[in-house]
């Protein structure tokens, strides 16, 4: 009986010759070291995903009364003279955290954050709410 891993078997069905050889062990390799690294990837994505800035309140769909506040949370390390809010796609200068006497109906409230290290990076979260 013939062992199927013989010598034989192998030159045969696989085939391998030298440059097969050296780039099968090239990807072993690439492969062994990407998985070496790999623990210190998820952790590094995550943090290239997590969002900048992030409206709490008041809720996406929400409705208000004319005067409320505006609570949000910044990715540590950030200003909050790098925010921007915008109402109705409008920049509100001299807001950050309260709107007064903000006329009845349906609004969009954007708030936007711009940071320079290591390289300009904008993000926004924006929420619609009804006043009534």
């Given at each position: 009986?013939?062992?199927?891993?013989?010598?034989?078997?192998?030159?045969?069905?696989?085939?391998?010759?030298?440059?097969?050889?050296?780039?099968?062990?090239?990807?072993?390799?690439?492969?062994?070291?990407?998985?070496?690294?790999?623990?210190?990837?998820?952790?590094?994505?995550?943090?290239?995903?997590?969002?900048?800035?992030?409206?709490?309140?008041?809720?996406?769909?929400?409705?208000?009364?004319?005067?409320?506040?505006?609570?949000?949370?910044l990715k540590s390390g950030l200003?909050?003279?790098?925010?921007?809010?915008?109402?109705?796609?409008?920049?509100?200068?001299?807001i950050k955290h309260a709107f007064?006497?903000?006329?009845?109906?349906?609004?969009?409230?954007?708030?936007?954050?711009?940071?320079?290290?290591?390289?300009?990076?904008?993000?926004?979260?924006?929420?619609?709410?009804?006043?009534?």
């Amino acid at each position: 009986m013939r062992l199927l891993a013989s010598k034989d078997y192998m030159r045969k069905h696989l085939d391998m010759n030298a440059d097969t050889t050296f780039f099968l062990v090239h990807i072993l390799l690439i492969i062994f070291i990407l998985l070496a690294i790999f623990p210190k990837l998820p952790s590094a994505l995550a943090e290239l995903r997590s969002p900048l800035i992030t409206i709490i309140a008041p809720k996406d769909g929400e409705t208000v009364a004319p005067t409320f506040d505006l609570i949000y949370q910044l990715k540590s390390g950030l200003s909050e003279d790098s925010v921007d809010i915008f109402l109705d796609g409008l920049y509100q200068r001299h807001i950050k955290h309260a709107f007064n006497d903000v006329p009845p109906g349906k609004h969009e409230i954007r708030v936007k954050v711009s940071t320079y290290e290591p390289e300009l990076i904008v993000d926004w979260d924006h929420i619609e709410i009804e006043v009534k």
